[in-house]
């Protein structure tokens, strides 16, 4: 069994695996979640992996692309108070239209994500 903790974003480390974004993670045995700052004009390809993902919306907002070259792709604009459900595998991509903060959580964890492939 693992030990219960209390952690505070502000003194976890920071990284920023690619331009126009910065983002702290706390990594459980089960699940994942980020804390992120995506700048504005953060782009991020279409991409998908096997983890569940969830994306809410602290403030700002964020384009996300959906279903990418399948018959179902659309384009919805997220703002603080939302959250985005991603099933495994499903593709998508994002775009910040203005500086936007976002908890990111995945399941399984997941040492990579799709910034980290770009």
Known sequence: MSESKVLTWSELPADCPMPL??????????????????????????????????????????????????PSERRVMLGAGQVLVLPPDAPHGCVAHEDTDILDLFSPPSERTGVDRS
């Open 21 to 70: 974004i910065e983002r702290r993670r706390v990594i459980g045995s089960h699940m994942m979640i980020s804390k992120v700052r995506l700048s504005k004009g953060f782009r991020l390809a279409t991409h998908h992996h096997a983890n569940e993902q969830m994306v809410c919306v602290l403030s700002g907002r964020a384009e996300f692309v959906l279903d990418e070259g399948t």
